[in-house]
């Protein structure tokens, strides 16, 4: 049989440690978000996962805990599997709670920690073998290609999503420019909207045979140095300035060679079948927007676990639910920003699923407190998307209550 190409483990450990560390202060980011769901009297659910509650805060720093330690074990190298099987159930448990929760790199650090589940993360070097300087350890190179394809992955996905009418005006970019009274603020936007769709499109190919280059260390530094301190999105930059590191090993191979060693690596047959499965469904769900109804940007269908980021800026100009009951020939205004938290408010103004998920709510209370079936639910809203004019999200007279919500293609009550 066909040996694997077997390299020296370093670089993939450095990624390693660094990662399980840079997890812990987003553990602890995540968790009082998680706490303050018992402020809320409603959990915007992620589909066929209402089973995912914050049943307690026992639970929660319970799970908050495990996550931290296992990110702990995964960074120290000793028993890594089981640390990022640890971090992997118990961070992705805390960030499927609630929909408001969603971000891009919370899930990337999932995609992450499963990897190390499956792949020969054991072999790394451990802080054990530093201790007994053995650091000579090798590793097959297919370890460090998962990890090279994810990340590129992520980086031209976010680059396809750029491309549309408001990025390439330097939208939203140009708000924030302007909002923070930068110097030249639309030449600025129009810059860095620029600078960001050509960094995501070119360097996931780059990186494979040119990450030594100086036209490649300056623009990929800067780049996340600068969305570092710009931007407020955690440990992400951060995260992949390290991720550089696998780049370095990988360039150093024939690209042809290092996906032969994918199926020689992976000896063992549900481990590399899981893997084909797991980059088959990252290549083609992110492009589901392929297939959906224009204004993606606005209705937010297709939006979520596909890279989509930094894209929109939503401002809510008026936006208010209007609950009618007929058989009593009353209606009245709901000031929701009182049933649910601040962090689910600012998610509830743009996103329709969101919008819908209220407005079952608002039925189920009301038919409830007033003893009566037939009950509507009316969403007046007026919403700004990046430099456009406002208009309505939902159209404001349609019982949204009444209305089934469609993931994959139109809905009835939204403005198209």
Known sequence: MKQSIEVSAINF???????????????????????????????????N?????????????????????????????????????????SFGYLFLIDMSFYNNHYYLWCLISF??????TNKSISIIDLIKKNTNKTISIGNYLVFGLLFSIVYFYGGIAKINSDWLQGYPMRLLTTNRAYPFPDILG???????????????FI????????????????????????????EFPLVMIVAW???????????????????????????????????????LFPLRFLFMLDGLAWHRQGHYFAWRMMLH??????????????????????????????????????????????????????????KTEKV?????????LNQHKARALIKPNVNIANEPYYFYKKNNFINY
């Open 245 to 283: 590191a696998i780049y370095l090993t990988i360039y150093k191979y024939n690209i042809k060679s290092i996906f032969k060693d994918f199926g020689i690596i992976f000896q063992n047959k549900i481990n590399r079948y899981i893997l084909i499965l797991f980059f088959i469904v990252q290549m």
């Open 49 to 89: 996962l209402a089973f995912i509650e914050a049943y307690s805060h026992e639970l929660i720093y319970t799970l908050t805990y495990l996550a931290a330690f296992g990110a702990i074990l995964l960074a120290s190298g000793v028993f890594p599997k089981i640390g990022a099987f640890l971090f992997f159930i």
């Open 313 to 370: 800026n939503h401002e809510p100009e008026y936006f208010q639910f209007l609950v009618e009951l007929p058989d009593l020939k009353d209606k009245y205004f709901v000031d929701f920003s009182q049933l649910i938290t601040y962090r689910q408010l600012m998610n509830t103004y743009n996103d329709s699923y969101f919008i819908w998920q209220l407005a079952q709510k608002l039925k189920k209370d009301a038919q409830k407190k007033y």
């Open 115 to 120: 990897l190390y589940i499956i792949i020969d």
């Open 13 to 47: 450990s450095i990624f390693r440690c660094f990662f399980g560390l840079l997890m812990l202060p987003q553990v602890f980011n995540l968790a009082p978000h998680v706490h303050d769901l018992s402020e809320s009297t409603f959990v915007f659910h992620y589909p």
């Open 376 to 384: 509507f639910v009316y969403c007046l809203s007026n919403i700004t």
């Open 207 to 234: 990186l494979w045979y040119k990450p030594k280059s100086i036209f490649v260390v300056i623009p990929y530094f800067t780049f996340h140095l600068s969305n570092y301190f710009i931007f407020n999105i955690g």
């Open 190 to 204: 129009i810059f860095m909207s620029y600078f960001g769709l050509f960094f995501d499109l070119l360097i996931p």
